[in-house]
Nanobody
Framework: QVQLVESGGGLVQAGGSLKLSCAAS????????MGWFRQAPGKEREFVAG????????SYTDSVKGRFTISRDNAKNTVYLQMNSLKSEDTAVYYC???????????????WGQGTQVTVSS
C-alpha cells in the first residue's frame, strides 16, 4: 500500500512563503504522476500543481502560476510545493496525491495524503 505524508503547513502572513513536502513510501507504475490539490472552506477541491517522477514540464493552475513551484527529489521519494507571495485566497487544506496518468482530475488519482493546513493572514 502506497502511503503519502504531507508536511510543512502552518500560519503565514500575506506576501510570505511556505514550502510543503510530500513523502511517498515508494514509486511504482501507479504513482507515475504526483499532484497537489487544495480545498478552502466552503469550496470544492481544486488542482494546484503536478509533476512526473520521470521529468517533463510541471503543470499549474492559473491562479498560482509565477508564485508556486512544484519540484521533486527522486532519491528521497519526495515532492515539494514552494509557495511564494501567498495571499489570503491560498488558505486551504493542501493534499498530496499520486496517480498513473497526467491529469488535473481528482478522481483519476489512486493515493492521497491526509492533508496539511495552510493559513494566510493579512
Amino acid at each position: 500500500q502506497v502511503q503519502l505524508v504531507e508536511s510543512g503547513g502552518g500560519l503565514v502572513q500575506a506576501g510570505g512563503s511556505l514550502k510543503l513536502s510530500c513523502a511517498a513510501s515508494e514509486r511504482t507504475f501507479s504513482t507515475y504522476f504526483m499532484g497537489w490539490f487544495r480545498q478552502a472552506p466552503g469550496k470544492e477541491r481544486e488542482f494546484v500543481a503536478g509533476i512526473r517522477w520521470s521529468g517533463g514540464s510541471p503543470s499549474y493552475t492559473d491562479s498560482v502560476k509565477g508564485r508556486f513551484t512544484i519540484s521533486r527529489d527522486n532519491a528521497k521519494n519526495t515532492v515539494y510545493l514552494q509557495m511564494n507571495s501567498l495571499k489570503s485566497e491560498d488558505t486551504a487544506v493542501y493534499y498530496c496525491a499520486a496517480g498513473s496518468v497526467v491529469t488535473s482530475r481528482d478522481y483519476e488519482y489512486t493515493y492521497w495524503g491526509q492533508g496539511t493546513q495552510v493559513t494566510v493572514s493579512s
